[in-house]
């Protein structure tokens, strides 16, 4: 932590309690203060900025109801993890945004195998029944923690031509951005909410149950041929997901 103690101006018309509630947030957002340390005790911020134990309580109970601190029963005050906000208009935006967060984006390839697809999978492809599609399996990590679980199926015909060296580096698509068939492209994306199974608790580190957030995304070529089936699962008290809309008329 930073040993320098902000002052607070006891002559303004802003309130104490919203003055102590800036400081805080100030911290959060220059990483004086990671996510997950817990913050000084009620007793420590009255004692070191002079204030009352009700002005401090306001405070946090503001800061908590926003959503950027959590108490913890017998623990103490703990500083949210923000949410990472996807942004699909952004090619690279969730990698951008990891990195300005000061987190260290990155895949680790869990299988790459030949596979008969589930039939969802092939009428998505437009596949016939017997055809058999590469699929890959990656855990996408932030600073190395497992914060995404992707599984990715691929045609025949696309399969031969990924970089197998990408799939570890850059966003979801970097491993197929080389291929004509993808410029001029276009994505359908599919959310929604489900309860983590076993398997993907495990993987993503979570408690079985737990909420997630699943993306499905088809990438067409122009001519509409699919190439690349992709699902995608997050965990829901770390990342988001915003969609831009022109304004409606």
């Avoid at 006891?10 to 102590?20: I, T, W």
């Avoid at 817990?38 to 911020?45: N, V």
């Avoid at 679980?149 to 031509?161: G, S, T």
Wanted: glycine residues 6%.
């Amino acid at each position: 932590m930073v040993n320098t103690i902000p002052v607070l101006d006891r002559a303004s018309p802003v309130p104490l309690y919203f003055q102590l509630k800036q400081i805080i947030i100030d911290k959060i957002e220059r990483n004086e203060w990671d996510p997950g340390q817990p913050i000084p005790s009620e007793q420590e911020l009255q004692d070191l900025y002079g204030l009352s134990r009700t002005t401090v309580r306001q405070a946090l109970s503001e800061l908590v109801i926003e959503g950027r601190l959590v108490r913890q029963r017998g623990k103490g005050t703990f500083i949210v993890q923000q949410k990472l906000t996807h942004t699909p208009q952004r090619p690279q935006g969730l990698v951008r945004l990891m990195i300005d967060r000061g987190l260290r984006p990155g895949w680790r390839v869990l299988s790459i195998e030949w596979t008969s697809p589930p039939y969802e999978v092939q009428h998505l492809l437009n596949l016939d029944p017997d055809t058999q599609t590469l699929y890959i399996r990656r855990l996408r990590l932030a600073n190395e923690q497992p914060i995404g679980y992707h599984q990715v199926w691929l045609p025949p015909r696309i399969a031969d031509q990924i970089n197998r060296d990408a799939l570890v580096e850059g966003d979801s698509l970097a491993y197929m951005r080389h291929l004509p068939a993808v410029s001029g492209g276009h994505t359908v994306r599919t959310i929604e909410a489900i309860a983590a199974e076993a398997t993907e608790a495990e993987l993503l580190g979570v408690r079985e149950g737990e909420p997630l957030l699943l993306i499905q995304r088809v990438l067409y070529a122009s001519d509409d041929t699919p190439l690349e089936l992709m699902e995608a699962l997050y965990c829901g008290d770390q990342f988001k997901y915003q969609i831009v809309l022109p304004t409606v008329e």
